[in-house]
């Protein structure tokens, strides 16, 4: 004969669930820049048609020569120029996938922020350390992976597992793209600079995000205000235009 004790042991019961609501709305910027990205470069396929030749980005594109002679505005307009359909295809399937996500959590002006930031970073680091003209939105893109990778870190401990895994694919990602921008005619540099523009941005400035209650649920939001995120990017952009007016007479 045997006996169980106690006689009718408790069940165990299942943690009830909480519904957390994520940052929600259209990511308004996101389709901007799209939209803005491929008129211009509708505008460079006309240019020829008009004036048989591409001023669009005779006038716009990275050149170290036209921006040591005060053509600043250099630094800006090239992350909106492009050479090929396939170059802005790849950007802007790039911006696409990365855009929403990022734009929900960092609010509009932020996430705004954060792409050009990237993108002027990158010219800089492209005019200090090429000689070669360039152009495309891949400083910014770049910028917005390093943006992410360091979201995911910051708000690791919030996110769980799942954003350990997704920053181990972001590492990832970079390495082989820059890897595949060592062959010829790509600008690394470029690159390299937009993704340390994106990092110090969203290091210091992207979303610090913590749990709080609302009517029935749960929700993200974000202890960095917008107007924090302003004055780091002011404070970024003087700092690489900075260096930029340091590397001016060294420069090719």
């Known amino acids: 004969m045997s006996f169980q004790y106690p006689p009718n ?12 609501q994520l940052p929600r709305g259209t990511p308004v910027i996101t389709y901007t820049l799209l939209a803005l990205t491929i008129a ?13 030749q591409d001023v669009v980005s005779m006038w716009g594109m990275k050149n170290n020569y036209f921006i040591t002679h005060g ?12 050479g090929s359909i ?5 950007n802007m399937y790039a911006l696409y996938v990365l855009g929403p996500s990022l ?8 996430f705004l922020l954060l792409y050009l930031v990237a993108g002027v970073a990158g010219n800089v680091f492209s005019f200090i350390f090429s000689p070669y003209n360039s152009l495309g939105a891949s400083t910014a893109i770049f910028g ?11 708000n690791r401990k919030l996110l769980g597992k799942g954003a350990q895994r997704s920053l181990s694919n972001i590492v990832f990602i970079a390495i082989i793209n820059f890897v595949i921008g060592l062959s010829p005619g790509i600008d690394n540099w470029g690159h390299l600079g937009g993704f340390f523009g994106g990092a110090l941005f969203t ?5 610090k995000m913590k749990v709080t209650q609302g009517f029935s649920f749960l929700r993200l939001q974000n202890t960095r205000s917008a107007t924090v ?7 970024c952009l003087l700092f690489f235009v900075g260096l930029a007016f340091v590397f001016h007479g060294a420069t090719p």
Do not use: K, N
């Open 9 to 20: 042991p408790p069940q165990p019961t299942e943690a009830p669930q909480v519904r957390i």
């Open 40 to 52: 211009v470069y509708l505008l460079q396929m006309i240019a020829p048609m008009l004036f048989d």
């Open 71 to 82: 053509q600043w505005w250099r630094l800006i307009t090239p992350m909106f120029l492009h």
């Open 86 to 90: 396939f170059h802005i295809g790849f």
């Open 103 to 110: 734009e929900r959590f960092f609010g509009r002006w932020p």
């Open 144 to 154: 917005l992976l390093a943006g992410q990778g360091v979201f995911l870190y910051q």
């Open 203 to 207: 290091w210091f400035a992207g979303p």
């Open 229 to 235: 995120a302003m004055m780091v990017a002011l404070l």
